[in-house]
């Protein structure tokens, strides 16, 4: 490997960082804003609706992708190379899974009574339009896996230069963090999950 190509790695390591760093802020601030705008709803009826129960499933499932991710980082430093594409490969499936459980989530909350009127309209659908929010940076990450597991398959990657694989990852974590942080908002603002006593 190159020396020459080292520096290269660290400028998209840095860029990496900085893609990061600018969604937490846009992440944290959408919500805080949806915080302040629930919290001022508490009172509301319609403001308590439950969240679909399929939220718990598509939670678990995030969290197994980003073990798959992380796992494809330990097998690309160890230069094998089938497997780390096979574990790349496969949570881009299950990333495709997430969004459409979230998906048809998302469609129940917008069909349910909270979406009939009065304030709790807000409150319903901004949980929608947040979920929606991750799920579109679910749908980059995906894209994202395809494209390093391919690469991987190519021999891209190896026990020296693995940094996509390490950000596919760290980009995954990220976003099982942003999910928590939303779920947790959302059953403290809305009526938690149905069936289910916290």
Known sequence: ?????????????????????????FFLSSLLLYGIYASSRLGDVQSSVPLPNSFLTSTVL???????????????????RFLTASLLAFSAIAAVAFMAIQYVAMLGLLGGPAMQGGTGKGVAGMVVVLAFLHALHVAGGVIAL??????????????????????????WHFLDLVWLCMLATFVATTGGFSGITL
């Open 1 to 25: 490997m190159p020396a020459s190509v080292l520096p290269t790695d660290r400028r998209f390591r840095q860029g990496g960082w900085l893609f990061l760093g600018t969604l937490l802020v």
């Open 62 to 80: 995030l969290l197994g992708i980003s073990a798959l991710v992380h796992w494809s980082t330990r097998s690309v430093r160890r230069s094998k």
């Open 146 to 171: 395809g494209i390093v597991s391919v690469r991987s398959m190519l021999g891209k990657y190896d026990h020296e230069r693995h940094w996509p694989v390490d950000f596919a990852a760290q980009y």
